[in-house]
């Protein structure tokens, strides 16, 4: 059991030292694990709470980030949905189901932190490059996708999705899906890193190992 609580705090440790731009070790990326391990289980039982309410309960505890991105996404719903372990990510089908209506079948959901299947695929994530679960291109290929996310807000009773349509074809445009999906990556997991869930290390090596100006530093 020993084991596997530090084996999740070096993960946390390692991918926060790239969110924060800080090396592993340094005090403040120590006071944000303690808080991350804090906060697992304030979210599990925060989540497990709203999972019981009826839908309709549950859509009055939700606010959308961008109102205009929600229409954008109701107007040609995705087929796939890409996230993180990030706050109350169990629900997060649930609550764009019903942001969407019922008339078509719910998106697929991968979770891009969780462990690959097969080899999995490198994106360069904060400068550097991280293992993602991505699923294949083909399965993206010419069907709306959309990276979302649903956090807790303060107080943690109620919450916030965001959404990021992902409008370039994954493979006649790599690149521009690429930059699109690190770039709302990036934004969430420095504005919600307290809420992390993720249980493996996306790095080989903590940020101060692989970022030239940390190694530059250590010289």
């Not at 084996?7 to 944000?32: F, K, M």
């Not at 372990?85 to 629900?91: K, N, S, T, V």
């Not at 069907?143 to 943690?156: M, N």
């Not at 969430?188 to 996306?202: H, T, Y």
Request: overall charge neutral; glycine content about 4%.
């Amino acid at each position: 059991m020993m084991g596997k609580s530090s084996d999740l705090e070096a993960a946390i440790r390692l991918n926060l030292s790239y969110v924060l731009h800080e090396p592993s070790t340094s005090q403040v990326t120590s006071a944000l694990v303690r808080q991350v391990l804090a906060n697992r289980r304030r979210i599990a039982a925060a989540t497990r709470h709203l999972s019981m309410l009826p839908d309709l309960a549950l859509l009055t505890r939700v606010v959308p980030r961008d109102p205009h991105r929600l229409w954008e996404v109701q107007a040609e719903p995705p087929h796939t949905l890409l996230t993180l372990h990030l706050g109350a990510w169990p629900l997060l089908g649930r609550v764009v189901a019903l942001h969407l209506g019922q008339q078509q079948p719910p998106a697929a959901l991968y979770l891009l932190d969780d462990e690959p299947v097969g080899h999995g695929l490198d994106l360069s994530l904060f400068r550097a490059s991280a293992h993602l679960a991505l699923p294949p291109a083909a399965l993206l290929r010419r069907h709306p996708s959309c990276f979302a996310t649903l956090v807790f807000r303060p107080g943690w009773r109620t919450l916030l999705l965001d959404l990021t349509p992902l409008t370039a074809d994954p493979i006649e445009a790599w690149e521009q899906w690429a930059t699109s999906l690190t770039s709302a990556l990036e934004a969430a997991l420095r504005d919600f890193c307290d809420q992390w869930l993720g249980r493996r290390a996306l790095w080989e090596v903590a940020a101060e190992r692989a970022l030239p100006e940390f190694c530059a530093e250590g010289g």
